[in-house]
């Protein structure tokens, strides 16, 4: 078991994807909050408890280092969120062409973003239950 102390150094190059994907995030971010369709103020509503997420995850990141899986599962949801955020989820050009093509009804488009607090959720797992299984806090191998 460790002990903790004798915790493993997460290596440099562990933070090249971490950082591009936080990069890539933060254009876009900055890109749609400028004048979304349906201002500012609902976006951050939308998109800030995801915001609240990454902060969350960078401020842990040397202690407990999330696997590179991990990250990239927290980039797609944020796109979800800013793309709800941006147009609103009952709104969104994609939904409304799903619908038209599909012949889906309102909530059949609104079924995958209901369950947008799933990944959030899983996360919260992910490291308490790593260190049940392996005692560890290092990066992952």
Wanted: hydrophobic content about 45%; aromatic content about 14%.
């Amino acid at each position: 078991m460790n002990q903790g102390s004798s915790m493993t150094p997460v290596p440099l190059s562990y933070f090249r994807v971490p950082l591009v994907l936080l990069c890539i995030v933060a254009v876009v971010c900055i890109a749609t909050v400028i004048d979304p369709p349906t201002g500012r103020l609902r976006w951050l509503l939308e998109v800030g408890p995801g915001l609240a997420g990454i902060f969350v995850l960078i401020v842990i990141f040397r202690r407990f280092p999330m696997s590179h899986m991990v990250y990239y599962c927290v980039f797609l949801h944020m796109f979800i969120l800013i793309y709800g955020g941006y147009y609103t989820y009952a709104e969104t050009p994609l939904g409304n062409w799903a619908k038209e093509v599909f012949g889906f009804s309102h909530r059949h488009t609104q079924k995958f973003t209901d369950n947008k607090t799933y990944l959030p959720g899983q996360l919260a797992q992910a490291k308490p239950l790593r260190l049940a299984e392996f005692g560890t806090v290092g990066p992952p191998r």
